[in-house]
């Protein structure tokens, strides 16, 4: 069984390396309008440059799962705004995807929470659209759109969560194909469970990513020997190992906020059952320290008796 483990967005190991400089539309409508383009031009360039140190570390380091930032391109879907940001950085784009190949990085988007195909409102179920045509667009211009993943929630109930969970399988039939097939479901720790998160990836035939803090923080009716070979089942068609999100509570009176570090005990079952199943798995840690909370959970696994370290950014228990 292997493990190899991954961060968020942004290594807190690199000085001033944002990968998300932003552009409030405020801002953009206060420029000239002959600085407008260039102000989205030069905050883009800074992202994608920091993105690109961001993969220079992890492959300097071998971690070879990264989770890119959603906030790459500024006011890349706003509706008065929405401009291409392919054509002025191809090269720059093709460049990154080269590194991601190269390197054989696995590399993820994970839009917002307001990307969800659950509301009543038509006006949501579009934007949710072109949120995901947006993060593929990302994927497409590096070229790795067929290797990567776009992970969203289900979203709200909204009063009546048999509802929701039928009108996201009717407003889902709006989003493109192709981006379906790479599209990841994961539990909340609010609402939608991990039996019922699955549920709906059986039924829509989408990969089920899970996560193990909103598991224990929104149990469901199964047990995790009866869900974890379930949830690793949908991962199957995509011939890829099964990602599984990672962090543990802040505080118990604040269970549900992510802590800075992971704690392993708080993993402990997670890793004993996944041990039993001797699956091969990817954690993407959460946790608010990110490449830092990483290492350290790295070097307390592989403290446990039978756990290898094999990498920068692996272990490996027989």
Known sequence: MRIRFGYVSQSM?????????TVTYTRFTQLPAEERMEKLLTVTAANLNNTERMLHYNIGHEIELYRFSSSIVPLATHPEVRWDFVTPFRDKWSGIGELVKKHRLRVSFHPNQ????????????????IDMEYHYRMLE????????????????AYGNKEESLERFRVNLKSLPAHIKEIM?????????TTDETLNICQLEGVTNIFDYHHHM???????????????????????LIPKIHVSSPKSPS???????????????????????????VDFMIEAKMKDLAMLKLIEDISKIRGVKRISGGAVEWK
Do not use: C
């Open 13 to 21: 190991s690199l000085w001033d390396a944002s990968p998300s400089k």
């Open 114 to 129: 307001f990307t969800l195909f659950t509301s009543p409102r038509e006006d949501v179920t579009k934007n949710a659209v």
């Open 141 to 156: 211009a590096m070229g790795v759109e067929n290797e990567s993943l776009i992970n969203i929630h289900i979203g709200g």
């Open 184 to 192: 990841t479901l994961e539990n909340d720790d609010k609402t939608y």
């Open 217 to 239: 923080a929104n149990l469901g009716e199964g047990s995790l020997e009866q869900l974890l070979p379930e949830i690793f089942a949908t991962w199957e068609k995509r011939d």
């Open 254 to 280: 604040a269970f549900r906020s992510h802590a800075d570090y992971v704690d392993v005990e708080f993993l402990q079952p997670l890793l004993s059952i996944l041990h039993s199943l001797k699956q091969d």
